[in-house]
């Protein structure tokens, strides 16, 4: 399933201007939609597009001012069914 959260960011709004908590909300909806307990994929291929923001992010500002695209990616990473 496409990360719904990254659409949005990806659809024209700045990066800086998206809330945590919009971050956690858009995920959570993939979260509770997604009832699987056994990954489909390798992790390393899970959630493309939220690892791609969260790695962009971590490269440009450091892991410090990024913890909002690493809890939208690990979040991502739960409703593919990964234990993290």
Do not use: Y
Request: aromatic share 4%; charged share 25%; hydrophobic share 35%.
């Amino acid at each position: 399933m496409p990360c719904v959260f990254c659409r949005f960011v990806m659809g024209g709004l700045p990066l800086q201007n998206a809330s945590p908590a919009s971050v956690v909300s858009q995920v959570s909806v993939i979260t509770n939609s997604t009832k699987e307990s056994k990954p489909k994929k390798k992790i390393c291929c899970a959630c493309p597009e939220t690892k791609k923001l969260r790695d962009e992010c971590m490269v440009e500002h450091g892991e410090a001012a990024c913890a909002k695209w690493i809890e939208a990616h690990q979040q991502c990473l739960r409703a593919e069914g990964f234990n993290i």
